[in-house]
């Protein structure tokens, strides 16, 4: 009677409405849009239900080079009309004066303080030189691998927080009710550089680091960029194009916040001249 019983409240208790189902992506393709570039809408499932909705662009640093770039805040789509890159997807946090909020490092130019302790994370690229062991493009964690700006071998990058996942799997924020819009890049265990960005508000950064820890795109580590009104990516590729918030959410928000969409520093993505 009393193995009934248990095994009874235990089938209650599964069934109940608070013990969801751990959130999965749903299947997917990649979509060339460019040599070693790629493109893939994500669908998050809660049971079966979609519950979000990721953009994903998938890079691989060997045909394609990164850049920063920090300035006079402009939209996304004017800092295109400036830069013409392919790829732009907003950078990390500034202050009230446009600033950034840590280290920004541009062709060997540094902006923003050398040093926060804030900042967990920092993505590099575009080495001096050719090294078979330096990688092209990666995310350096700031906790287990403290940098000296002066010997950094790469000419390109920015600091930002927090690290959502390390090398380990481990996750590396608190858990939190904020729910923004985010993007997030990521290296995968192929060497790929993963921009993922999400238009809606349903995940906290805690709950997207574990759905990303979990989920099928191969990450090895994950660092969150700025987020709510200032995440934004933009595609321009002669074979597909892509904005997220859209055009027309562009303009609605900056009816009532002029300021709302404006970036004082985004990441361009171009084709490798090589």
Not at 132 to 155: E, F, H, Q, S, Y
Request: proline residues 6%; charged residues 20%; contains cysteine.
């Amino acid at each position: 009677m009393l193995y009934r019983f248990l095994l009874a409240l235990l089938l209650v208790v599964l069934s109940a409405p608070g013990a969801a189902e751990e959130l999965r992506n749903s299947d997917y393709t990649w979509k060339t849009i460019g040599k070693g570039l790629s493109f893939t809408r994500l669908e998050v499932l809660d049971r079966r239900e979609i519950v979000e909705s990721l953009a994903v662009v998938r890079i691989d640093p060997d045909f394609n080079s990164f850049r920063v770039y920090h300035g006079a805040p402009r939209r996304i789509s004017d800092w295109w009309q400036v830069t013409n890159a392919p790829v732009i997807f907003n950078g990390s946090y500034f202050t009230r004066a446009w600033q950034p909020c840590g280290l920004v490092i541009i062709d060997d130019k540094t902006y923003g303080p050398l040093h926060n302790a804030a900042m967990r994370g920092m993505f590099v690229a575009e080495p001096r030189g050719v090294s078979p062991d330096l990688p092209r493009a990666t995310i350096l964690d700031l906790t287990a691998r403290p940098i000296n700006v002066k010997n950094l071998p790469w000419t390109q990058g920015l600091m930002s927080f927090p690290l959502l996942l390390d090398s380990r799997g481990r996750i590396r924020v608190k858990q939190t009710e904020l729910m923004a819009q985010r993007t997030i890049i990521c290296t995968d265990r192929q060497g790929n550089i993963l921009v993922i960005h999400s238009a809606g508000d349903f995940f906290s950064l805690y709950e997207l680091a574990g759905f990303l820890k979990n989920s099928s795109l191969d990450i090895d580590l994950a660092l969150n960029l700025d987020g709510g009104s200032k995440a934004q990516l933009l595609i321009n590729t002669p074979d597909f194009s892509f904005a997220s918030p859209s055009y027309l959410e562009q303009s609605a928000r900056a009816f009532f916040d002029a300021e709302a969409l404006l970036l004082p520093t985004i990441i361009g993505v171009f084709p490798r001249q090589e």
